[in-house]
């Protein structure tokens, strides 16, 4: 049976390019989920003058092409201005590395989509979002559909810890069902937070506890 992964993937797999963590980043994103067994983080800096991103890391939870898709998106968003890099694709990703096995072509798309969303993240903090959604409940769930639970490995929504959701005049309002004191409450209360506070219409989120 033939070894599933080139060379470069492999190099990529050994010495990841920008692996880490950026303190205070810019824009940052988390996609994908441990009951499928691939994450990735991605953090950036962003010039505020010119848009280039000027530092990118990451952060892999998975397998070889898990990481390697998280090293080879950073290198090619580099340098590149929010709107160059929004045009990088899974297949350029895939390409870059010289190919992925088919079962593996997610981890390309996993690492574009955590691009995109860190970008995304940085543009609502930043008040650059051309096209302004009004946030409802139903915008606040799909964002909490991207907050992934430790204590299920599924996302808030679908773990069904999300008691209420109530949005008035840009306070917005999560009901938890979990204790305050629980080990993982202070987490999903910093991702959902995440999510939620850089929408250009929320002035307040409040996340409270009730289990």
């Keep these: 049976m033939p070894f599933p992964y080139n060379d470069i993937v492999l190099e990529h797999f050994k010495n990841p390019r920008n692996i880490g963590k950026i303190d205070n980043p810019d ?21 505020p003058e010119t848009k280039v991103i000027t530092d990118i890391k990451f952060e892999s939870y998975g397998c070889a092409s898990n990481i390697a898709t998280g090293s080879i998106i ?18 350029e990703a895939s390409e870059a590395l010289g190919g992925l096995p ?76 979990l204790p305050e004191t629980h080990q993982f409450a202070n987490a999903i209360k910093e991702e959902a937070l995440n999510k939620i506070e850089s929408l250009w219409d929320v002035k307040e989120v409040k996340i409270e506890f009730v289990g």
């Design 102 to 177: 088919t079962i593996k072509v997610h981890c390309s798309v996993l690492a574009v989509e955590a691009l995109r969303s860190a970008i995304q993240n940085y543009e609502e903090k930043h008040g650059l979002v051309k096209n302004k959604e009004t946030t409802t409940k139903e915008v606040v769930l799909k964002r909490l559909k991207k907050v992934m639970s430790p204590i299920t490995g599924l996302d808030m929504v679908a773990s069904k810890i999300v008691k209420d959701v109530e949005v008035e005049d840009g306070i917005v309002r999560i009901v938890v069902d």
């Design 27 to 47: 824009g940052k994103a988390t996609e994908g989920s441990p009951a499928c067994g691939d994450m990735v983080s991605l953090y950036l800096k962003v010039d």
């Design 74 to 91: 950073t290198e090619l968003a580099k340098g590149k201005t929010i709107e160059e890099a929004k045009k990088i694709t899974w297949k």
